[in-house]
């Protein structure tokens, strides 16, 4: 029903800068909020950065000021700018739309392959 692309990720130096993007395709999720999340290995996952269909936006606390989530409607693509990366944003970053709304009448989450960030120190 959704499919989500992601791409952008890679090997970046202390300091440096990535920019993911998730593109989405299918139905039903064009009004939901899309989401950023990530798992370091050993950790569990969390969520890095969320955006309403309207634009509002919402960070964890260990990624404001560095990181901007932001959303192309026309395009049905979202993208994570991260500046000034640490050692410790090393890990898989997932995108995710979640309570989409199926035929049945159910909600179900959808995420993407993920992508590799590694920062190197």
């Known amino acids: 029903q959704v499919q989500l692309s992601e791409s952008g990720g890679g090997l970046v130096q202390a300091g440096g800068s990535l920019r993911l993007s998730c593109a989405a395709s299918g139905s039903g999720f064009r009004f939901n909020a899309m989401n950023w999340h990530r798992q370091a290995p050993g950790k569990q996952r969390e969520l890095v950065a969320r955006?309403?269909?309207?634009?509002?936006?919402n960070y964890a606390d260990s990624v404001k000021d560095r990181f901007t989530i932001s959303r192309d409607n026309t395009k049905n693509t979202v993208y994570l700018q991260m500046n000034s990366l640490k050692p410790e944003d090393t890990a898989v970053y997932y995108c995710n739309i979640d309570r989409v709304l199926t035929p049945t009448g159910g909600y179900r989450d959808y995420w993407g392959q993920g992508t590799q960030v590694t920062v190197s120190s």
């Open positions: 955006i309403t269909h309207g634009g509002y936006t």
